[in-house]
């Protein structure tokens, strides 16, 4: 006997489904995998197809999908009726075990069995009972389960008599791997009224038809601001929109001028090259000093909290607030909202009809295999010509941790411009977490792995040369520290605040004070850091340091300005309310002709923080920052500890860095920018020359037992006051041992033994930049004072 008769061919490859040695059959009914097969989507009832029941999601739609056999089912009043041939569904086969409890199958995605995530189907129920479903063939592990996720619920009755819509519901989950390496997630669900209608989804279904509705009800009701086109189509026939927000729409170039310039781009898109701004000449008047703004969502079919994220954000640009008003007028918005309409339409969980990945596909777009990304690229190059791009951000969702987060790109740091951009990548992050509960920092990483080379945030940070280009994940759960789920309102939520934060970029004074709030807010996660890593391991007692206290915000604010009287406002009133915000536009658009800002001044002056690409997922700008739970600006307001003893004060950063610098090593300067001159300031700020030039050529590390520094020979003041000797291994292989290397005497081991450890100063750096922790005692007078 043929056991794959009834099965469709990438159904019966798929090697999660096991057939089971024996079948059980009759003249009527069909057993397999266990128990009695009760609904295959391949199938059709002998008693009658389904239909979709009122009160049901919004914008349901039917799917008719060709049936390859007919099957029969008991006539029981137990068994339940199962259903998934409508839009986004995807369930391909149930099985009852018992009245209580159903082995359930879901499909992988079209040509690609290695993906199934996503999970979507209705069942009607005829009794007041608690049922016990196994979702048995799940093929990726899924932390969110562990930590109380619940499976997202739409009951018919509810919303008819209590409108009640989606929400989280079920007891007794759990998520386990089974022999045959697949997972099973097992809940259990009352329902409470008979007759009743559930629909069951692994988060709150968005599907190509409500895109759809949305998209022209939008377009309709605001065309003086908004423009939709068809950017392509699918390979299923299915439109993918392209979406144009700005002021004074009727002005800006046409669509089929725009579709010129789109063509244009081929052979900037072969070459991986930055194409040029030669379209700008092509620009009205009104909209050539506009940014550009990139937003898109969808690629990945099942991450339907991405859709809740751009519909926040797209409202909010067309809402009639102030600052939307103002994003409107200096910036063009081009968004996608759905890259992968084939994938959401058919129930995907990742892939497109092709059994691809179209997040993987952007270094090199194909126009037949993946045309969503192809003209999406086109589109991006061709405003790149036009306008000066700000942000790029893919809207996604994450299964394994909780909060929402960004991912990055950052470079090793082998220049000054490197260095520079490794900051402003985290400015966006940084601003997220002060603006938005649900965001955080923690969670954001920025590096550049080689498997997503192909991402779209990695490519147009390589080609375009875009900072700020980010992925945005938000968790199909919730935010830390909680069990409670994410509503669409909350996803909308993030979605406004990033739109409302590229109101930063309509100034050059905005977007420069918010690098140095994040720069300030850096540099004392460092500090902090390095004081809970640093500290005496010789003394009984733990070492107490006191926090370095945090930089005055107007301390580098003013150094934008280059005054001392006036006082601008500060980062944390700029957004305060529309208001506020017409108020500083007005009287920077007074000031600008007085007082302008020069970028290559403020580089200069502003000490940047060391930013690595992160080692590992966690994403962390320190070396403790899991041990660091805390914010950092709740320590404005803690009174300082005063130090243990009175003999050493304790100062300032501020005043400290007036007092000695160290500024970056040799191959550092070298690789600077030419267009940024080298500060020689920073080597006069000391008010001993002779030691400021000496530790000006210093490179500092900080192991277990030594110190290696460079030219040693002009650093014999502090060798003396700490009693260090300087020790030559010509044949060490340790790479913190060597010619030039200090070694700790036993005289400061008896010194920190005795107490003195907690008067000895400290001076800290971390790959060349000042990391001062702690107050630099003068090294030869003290010194002998103390003895």
Not at 98 to 122: A, G, V
Not at 492 to 511: A, H, P
Not at 607 to 623: F, K, N, T
Request: contains cysteine.
């Amino acid at each position: 006997m043929n056991f794959n008769q009834h099965f469709d061919l990438n159904f019966a490859n798929d090697q999660s489904l096991y057939l089971p040695s024996q079948v059980y059959t009759n003249a009527r009914y069909k057993f397999e995998l266990g128990g009695l097969l009760v609904y295959d989507v391949k199938a059709e009832l002998k008693k009658g197809d389904f239909i979709i029941p009122p009160n049901s999601p919004f914008n349901l739609k039917r799917i008719l999908t060709t049936s390859q056999y007919t099957l029969d089912i008991p006539d029981d009043p137990s068994l339940l009726t199962f259903n998934s041939k409508f839009e986004c569904g995807n369930l391909s086969k149930a099985i009852k075990l018992s009245d209580y409890e159903y082995d359930l199958y879901i499909r992988s995605d079209t040509n690609n069995p290695r993906q199934n995530h996503w999970y979507y189907f209705s069942v009607y129920n005829p009794r007041k009972t608690a049922i016990t479903f196994n979702i048995c063939n799940l093929k990726k592990p899924d932390p969110l389960y562990q930590s109380g996720m619940k499976p997202c619920t739409w009951s018919c009755y509810s919303k008819h008599n209590e409108n009640q819509e989606w929400h989280r519901s079920g007891t007794c989950i759990s998520y386990f791997l089974k022999e045959n390496n697949s997972y099973t997630l097992k809940f259990t669900y009352n329902f409470k009224n008979p007759n009743d209608t559930v629909y069951f989804a692994y988060s709150q279904p968005y599907s190509y038809t409500d895109c759809q509705t949305f998209l022209k009800t939008i377009s309709s009701s605001n065309k003086d601001i908004c423009r939709l086109n068809t950017l392509c189509l699918t390979n299923d026939g299915k439109e993918c929109n392209l979406l144009t927000i700005t002021d004074s729409i009727q002005d800006y170039i046409d669509y089929d001028n725009e579709v010129k310039d789109m063509n244009d781009m081929v052979k900037y898109l072969r070459k991986f090259k930055k194409p040029k701004s030669g379209l700008k000449r092509k620009t009205s008047e009104k909209h050539v000093n506009k940014k550009a703004i990139v937003l898109m969502a969808r690629v990945h079919s099942g991450e339907t909290v991405s859709s809740f994220m751009m519909k926040g954000a797209i409202e909010y640009l067309l809402s009639s607030l102030t600052s939307a008003v103002f994003l409107r007028k200096n910036f063009v918005f081009k968004i996608v909202p759905m890259l992968n309409p084939d994938g959401v339409y058919h129930g995907n969980y990742r892939c497109c009809l092709k059994g691809l990945d179209l997040n993987r596909m952007w270094l090199r777009p194909h126009k037949n295999i993946s045309p969503t990304i192809y003209y999406s690229k086109l589109m991006i190059f061709a405003i790149a010509a036009r306008h000066d791009i700000k942000l790029v951000c893919d809207f996604h969702g994450h299964t394994k941790k909780k909060s929402v987060f960004m991912y990055g790109c950052s470079v090793k740091p082998d220049s000054y411009e490197d260095s520079r951009n490794n900051l402003l990548t985290r400015v966006v992050p940084y601003y997220m977490y002060k603006r938005n509960n649900f965001f955080s920092f923690r969670l954001s990483h920025y590096r550049i792995e080689k498997y997503k080379e192909s991402t779209s945030r990695i490519v147009f940070f390589k080609e375009l040369q875009i900072p700020h280009s980010y992925t945005m994940e938000a968790s199909f759960f919730g935010p830390e520290g909680g069990n409670s789920h994410f509503s669409a309102g909350d996803l909308e939520s993030l979605g406004r605040d990033l739109c409302r934060f590229c109101t930063v970029f309509i100034k050059n004074g905005f977007y420069l004070r918010v690098i140095a709030d994040t720069n300030n807010y850096l540099r004392n996660l460092r500090i902090k850091s390095l004081l809970q890593k640093y500290q005496d391991k010789n003394c009984k007692s733990p070492m107490e340091i006191p926090s370095a206290p945090v930089p005055d915000k107007q301390i580098e604010i003013s150094l934008l300005k280059d005054s001392e009287t006036t006082q601008p406002e500060t980062y944390d009133t700029l957004f305060a309310s529309d208001e506020e915000l017409e108020q500083i536009e007005e009287q920077e658009e007074k000031e600008e002709q007085d007082e302008k800002i020069d970028e290559n001044t403020f580089w200069e002056q502003v000490d940047i923080v060391p930013c690595l690409p992160d080692a590992e997922s966690s994403g962390s700008d320190s070396e403790l920052f899991d041990d660091i739970k805390e914010d950092i600006e709740k320590t404005e307001n803690i009174p300082i500890k005063p130090p243990i003893t009175t003999t050493v004060s304790v100062v300032s950063s501020i005043e400290l860095e007036k007092k000695i610098k160290i500024v970056k090593h040799d191959r550092f300067l070298n690789n600077r920018n030419s267009s940024v001159p080298k500060n020689s300031q920073n080597l006069q700020l000391s008010t001993n020359k002779k030691i400021n030039e000496s530790l000006a050529m210093q490179t500092f590390r900080f192991p277990d037992t030594d110190i290696e520094i460079k030219r040693s020979k002009l650093f014999e003041p502090l060798k003396a006051s700490i009693g260090i000797r300087a020790s030559k291994h010509r044949n060490s292989k340790s790479p913190n041992t060597g010619k030039n290397s200090l070694s700790f005497l036993p005289a400061l081991n008896s010194f920190s033994k005795s107490g003195g450890s907690k008067k000895m100063p400290i001076l800290m750096s971390f790959q060349g930049i000042s990391e001062q922790i702690s107050k630099i005692v003068t090294f030869r007078s003290q010194f002998h004072q103390r003895k």
